[in-house]
């Protein structure tokens, strides 16, 4: 299993998901702060999980990974959307990466993004070809499981 996690930070998702995909899976963690970078490369390795987890360093307006066509099975955003510039573009260039049968499990805190901003975001989400199949109850969070659909044009 191939796992997208933008946004990454220091990887407090990161490492578990390293674990959950096992030695044959992939966690690709793309932020835009080289710092939070290096300080996940050195939590990976202490953990034992640097062979599991491949990081990049991202720019505002790109996520850089079309290299990744059609190869992602799960994306992970915390808390990144709504920082994002142009959010019509990362969904996608997400989109581009996932498989057909992706899923994408979108969080974003209460506190900083309202019920209105949020339907905004999976909107657009929509627009680009994502489904809504779930809506889980996330402390603190506003939560959308997206999947990528099948009849979007390519």
Excluded: W
């Excluded at 657009?124 to 990528?148: C, D, H, T, Y």
């Amino acid at each position: 299993m191939k796992v997208l996690d933008v946004g990454c930070a220091m990887g407090f998702f990161s490492l578990p998901l390293a674990q959950m995909v096992g030695k044959s899976g992939k966690v690709i963690c793309v932020d835009v702060q080289e710092k939070m970078i290096q300080s996940l490369e050195k939590r990976a390795r202490k953990a034992g999980l640097s062979d599991r987890i491949e990081t990049r360093i991202c720019k505002g307006d790109s996520v850089g990974l079309g290299d990744f066509k059609e190869e992602i099975d799960f994306v992970l955003a915390s808390a990144v959307v709504h920082e994002v510039p142009d959010v019509f573009h990362f969904y996608s260039e997400i989109y581009k990466t996932m498989k057909p049968s992706g899923r994408f499990l979108v969080l974003e805190p209460k506190m900083h993004v309202s019920e209105a901003d949020f339907k905004m975001i999976v909107s657009i989400a929509q627009s680009n070809g994502f489904m809504v199949i779930g809506r889980p109850e996330i402390k603190s969070s506003r939560a959308v499981l997206l999947q990528k659909g099948s009849t979007r044009e390519k």
